[in-house]
């Protein structure tokens, strides 16, 4: 009887990441179809046409190219400001971080057609002309709050006295931070980094408000709908996921090197 | 943490608030700010009076916002019975596999969002893998579909959004003390007792932070609407892309905008309430 709710539960498991894989399967599956039409959503032939010409579509490429600098940009800027709101948050005790709590949680807990859409009200407002620089905005605001509450919830377990004993040391503050602080935060600020980097090259409803007559990717695939659905989309979204794929290897190889050499046990993704 | 700070010197009482300021100014003016000039456009009517945005948003979209919420709840409640099993079988059942289970449970949303989407669009298509599977089990009719439904449109918001689920139920979980639950097997509880009694109730807070995450995203999207259903599953996102973007009536836009978010909030208020939890995120 046991063992039987046992294997059903494994069972059920089991088929809950089979579903998320699904449509990921059909992703790469499809990235070696060679469509009938200009729609690549009915299977027609096996073919290595797309991956020996990843590139065919300009306008696909230079939504990629602009996704990427929004992305780097964006997470560069988020990283610094969440890492040091993080930080704020464990080390000290201050009147109002309880404000700054609350603060970096609502923009999780509104929708993103509300983000983007009052956002927009404030650049009309202002006479602002939607481009480059409202996307990059938009999505440095919603990456500080997953930045921050990601690198808080990594470095709460750390031992600060080490700080101190540096300092007794003789360390000046400047270079407890460069050596004992920043590389025992250093994991869980690169977890985050990635986590910003991988919600901006997908975000798509903010974008949306604030693009104007720029076109990211996700945009790009959007309008892909009505004029024609390459299978070179499905070849640039197999090679981010590869590309996600060892990024993620290497910081949980990283992140358990670090916390082996420190002692430290601290399960890499939470 | 606390003690930790060195001294009471002056320099590290102002130091938390010059860390936190970027940061928090940021937040201030492209998110507080912007909700604030939402309420500003909603109520600047050209000419009528002030509530004229708010009345048609609710009088002409009501449909709009109850079936978003509906699908929202619906998406919800399936990621909740799809999720708390995995995450429960990952904290407790993995052993040394659990790093490489949580990393297979984030790995497919590191594909764009709207690929995904239109992954599913393949699938569900007429003539599709999923309607022949559903025909030869005689579950649909010879004309029967799946694209264009209420089913394809809420069970694409459920999967979008169980990671958001599933992550916060993994956490709350792995934190229980196993021993709790060995004291409570010892105590002859019999293992369905030991995970109401103990395990459940302690996963509460992972299971409140985890349909919020699920549900206010699943409320606010269009896309699942948009590609995989018809017309008449439109959801109220939809309105607010094509109020604000194509016909820019701005003072029904913001209004139907705020209404949203007002709902929300007082949802998400009202549901800390009743689980008696503040924890989030």
Redesign the interface.
């Known amino acids: 009887m046991?063992r039987l709710?046992?294997w059903f539960?494994?069972g059920?498991?089991g088929l809950?990441?089979a579903?998320?894989?699904?449509?990921?399967f059909?992703?790469v599956l499809?990235s070696f179809n060679k469509p009938a039409g200009k729609f690549n959503?009915?299977w027609k032939a096996f073919s290595f046409d797309a991956w020996r010409d990843p590139f065919h579509y300009e306008a696909l490429v230079d939504a990629m190219k602009l996704s990427l600098r929004v992305a780097a940009l964006s997470t560069a800027v988020a990283t610094?400001?969440?890492t040091?709101?993080a930080?704020?948050?464990?080390?000290?005790?201050?009147r109002?971080?309880g404000a700054?709590n609350l603060?970096?949680?609502?923009?999780?807990?509104?929708?993103?057609?509300?983000?983007g859409?009052?956002?927009?009200?404030?650049f009309?407002?202002l006479n602002a002309r939607t481009g480059f620089a409202t996307i990059v905005?938009?999505h440095?605001?919603f990456s500080?709050?997953y930045v921050?509450?990601t690198v808080r919830a990594r470095i709460r377990g750390f031992d600060?006295?080490l700080e101190?004993a540096a300092?007794d040391l003789g360390a000046t503050p400047f270079r407890v931070f460069w050596k004992v602080t920043l590389p025992i935060i250093a994991p869980g600020i690169a977890a985050a980094a990635m986590l910003a980097f991988?919600l901006s090259?997908?975000d798509?409803?903010i974008t949306?408000?604030n693009a104007g007559n720029r076109i990211t990717?996700?945009l790009y695939?959007?309008g892909a709908?009505r004029a024609a659905?390459p299978p070179q989309?499905?070849v640039l979204?197999?090679a981010?996921?590869l590309l996600?794929?060892l990024a993620?290897?290497a910081t949980?190889l990283w992140q358990q090197r670090t916390l082996r050499q420190r002692g430290m046990a601290i399960?890499?993704?939470? | 943490?606390?003690g930790?700070?060195?001294g009471g010197s002056r320099r590290?009482?102002l130091?938390?608030?010059l860390?936190?300021a970027?940061?928090?100014l940021?937040?201030?003016v492209?998110?507080?700010?912007?909700?604030i000039?939402?309420a500003?456009?909603s109520v600047a009517v050209p000419d009528g009076p002030w509530w004229n945005g708010f009345q048609r948003a609710l009088g002409n979209y009501g449909t709009h916002f109850f079936r978003s919420f509906r699908y929202a709840l619906g998406a919800t409640l399936i990621a909740l019975a799809?999720?708390y099993?995995?995450a429960?079988?990952?904290a407790f059942?993995a052993g040394k596999f659990?790093?490489l289970?949580?990393?297979?449970?984030?790995?497919?949303?590191?594909?764009?969002?709207?690929?995904?989407t239109?992954?599913?669009?393949?699938?569900l298509?007429d003539?599709g893998p999923a309607v022949w599977l559903l025909q030869q089990v005689h579950l649909l009719g010879a004309g029967g579909r799946l694209l264009d439904t209420t089913v394809a449109v809420v069970g694409g918001l459920t999967?979008n959004f169980?990671?958001f689920m599933i992550?916060p139920i993994?956490?709350s979980l792995?934190k229980i003390d196993r021993r709790l639950v060995e004291a409570a097997e010892d105590l002859y509880s019999t293992?369905?007792g030991a995970f109401r009694k103990v395990v459940l109730p302690l996963s509460l807070p992972g299971v409140f932070a985890g349909s919020?995450?699920t549900f206010?995203?699943a409320?606010?999207?269009?896309?699942n609407a948009q590609?995989l259903g018809s017309p008449n599953q439109q959801m109220?996102?939809t309105v607010?892309?094509n109020q604000?973007?194509e016909v820019r009536d701005?003072p029904l836009?913001?209004s139907l905008?705020f209404v949203?978010?007002a709902i929300?909030?007082i949802g998400?208020l009202a549901y800390a309430r009743v689980l008696g939890t503040e924890e989030?995120?």
């Open positions: 046991r709710g046992r539960l494994e059920v498991a809950v990441l579903y998320l894989f699904l449509p990921i059909v992703i499809y959503f009915v610094v400001f969440g040091l709101i930080l704020a948050l464990t080390r000290y005790r201050f109002g971080s700054v603060l970096l949680v609502l923009p999780l807990t509104t929708p993103e057609v509300v983000l859409s009052s956002l927009l009200s404030l009309l407002d905005i938009a440095i605001m500080v709050s921050a509450l600060w006295t101190e300092m991988a090259l997908d798509f409803i949306l408000f990717y996700p695939v959007y709908r659905f989309i499905n979204a197999t981010i996921l996600s794929l993620l290897g949980v399960t890499p993704l939470a | 943490m606390a930790t700070a060195a590290s009482r130091a938390p608030y860390l936190v970027p940061g928090i940021w937040l201030l492209f998110f507080v700010a912007p909700i000039t939402l500003q456009t799809l999720g099993p995995l429960y079988v990952i059942r659990k790093n289970l949580l990393g297979l449970v984030v790995l497919p949303f590191f594909t764009t969002f709207l690929v995904r239109f992954a599913w669009k393949t699938i298509n003539g999967y169980l990671p992550l993994y956490v792995e293992p369905i919020l995450l206010i995203p409320a606010g999207d269009f896309i590609l109220i996102g607010i892309q604000f973007l701005y836009a913001a905008s949203l978010m929300i909030t998400v989030l995120a």
